[in-house]
């Protein structure tokens, strides 16, 4: 038991801070991406997780049905880029939370350390964290950069089209 929580505490001491310089490296070389990323969690929270989940369930299905090597290799990386991609929005969202509940606003980096952080830690707790937190954070993520690709960018300033 011992090895097994110096291996998990190991693991979320490499993992918990590259994955957040990711996070950080995204948000700040593609900052409207990430904002409305962060605008479709806030305001469609089920849909993100619900496409997220179908994406999932398809790259699964996919990948089962595939030959073990070639494609099925490339929808792994192809869904473990989704998960890296779609993950900042949703540590911005745990972390503007959690700085609610104190009623503080803090900087749009530091919401991201947190929720991340928070993320990270809740991820590596056996069981709950491996099989609910994460595959939830996960999906919505992926949903939440799937709407905010393909839905088209919100009109910013007077409509210019017309006379």
């Not at 530091?110 to 929720?115: A, E, K």
């Not at 595959?135 to 950069?145: Q, R, S």
Request: aromatic content about 10%; glycine content about 12%; proline content about 7%.
């Amino acid at each position: 038991m011992a090895q097994f929580l110096a291996g998990t505490l190991l693991y979320g001491a490499v993992f918990i801070p590259v994955i957040l310089g990711w996070n950080l490296i995204m948000t700040v070389t593609m900052p409207q991406t990430a904002s409305r990323m962060g605008n479709f969690l806030r305001t469609r929270f089920r849909m993100c997780f619900l496409i997220g989940l179908l994406i999932a369930v398809v790259l699964g299905f996919l990948d089962k049905s595939i030959p073990a090597y070639g494609p099925s290799s490339a929808l792994k990386a192809l869904g473990g880029m989704l998960v890296l991609l779609g993950l900042p929005a949703m540590s911005e969202a745990i972390g503007q939370q959690l700085f609610a509940l104190g009623d503080s606003r803090q900087h749009r980096l530091l919401q991201i350390t947190v929720g991340w952080v928070a993320l990270g830690f809740a991820s590596l707790v056996p069981f709950v964290g491996w099989f609910i937190v994460f595959p939830f954070a996960a999906c919505t993520g992926i949903g939440a950069l799937v709407l905010s690709i393909c839905s088209p960018p919100s009109r910013i300033g007077p409509d210019r089209s017309s006379p």
